[in-house]
């Protein structure tokens, strides 16, 4: 019986004619960190003045940008701009305020569903029973509380981000 061989589209040896040795690992010339290749580069360099090498990296070779500092690398490591991408705690950062602001919104609709049901049963053209009227009041009362906090947290993720994009603009690592 004749040995069945793996097509030459699947397999290890495939993968070794590709890259044809190992990776080199670059470095920034900034802080030293390990670059990484830049994901998304269309989202991530849009409203900046290096969007077009977003769109052309597609195309072409990608980019590679420090997660640390936010320095942006062409493919053979050359240094294109300082502080053009976002860095790690940035977009953690950002992240964690998106969060914020969908509790904060549900929360406010609890509120303003609640003093709308409060409304209708006082002023509506049906007679409700004022246990109804108290327990709408009471939960629109109770999902203020979260409410507020998350509008807090939402103000203070913008002041640190603000920080971040700061540091990252003045060529620091850090706010």
Not at 101 to 111: L, T
Request: proline residues 6%.
């Amino acid at each position: 019986m004749a040995e069945s061989r793996p097509s030459p589209r699947h397999g290890s040896d495939v993968a070794r004619r590709r890259t044809r040795g190992p990776v080199p690992t670059l470095t920034c010339a900034a802080c030293g960190t390990d670059l990484e290749i830049l994901r998304r580069p269309i989202r991530r360099l849009s409203w900046t003045r290096y969007w077009w090498r977003g769109v052309s990296s597609l195309f072409s070779q990608p980019l590679r940008h420090c997660t640390s500092c936010g320095s942006l690398y062409d493919a053979s490591g050359t240094l294109v701009a300082t502080g053009a991408t976002e860095t790690d705690a940035e977009l953690k950062t950002r992240r964690f305020q998106n969060d914020m602001i969908g509790m904060r919104d549900g929360f406010g609709a609890v509120v303003l569903g609640s003093g709308m049901t409060v409304a209708w049963t006082l002023l509506g053209p049906v007679a409700y029973e004022p246990v109804i009227t108290v327990v709408a009041g009471t939960v629109g009362a109770l999902a203020l509380g979260p409410c507020g906090y998350f509008l807090v947290k939402v103000r203070q993720t913008k002041r640190e981000l603000k920080k971040w994009r700061k540091a990252r603009r003045q060529g620091a690592t850090g706010p």
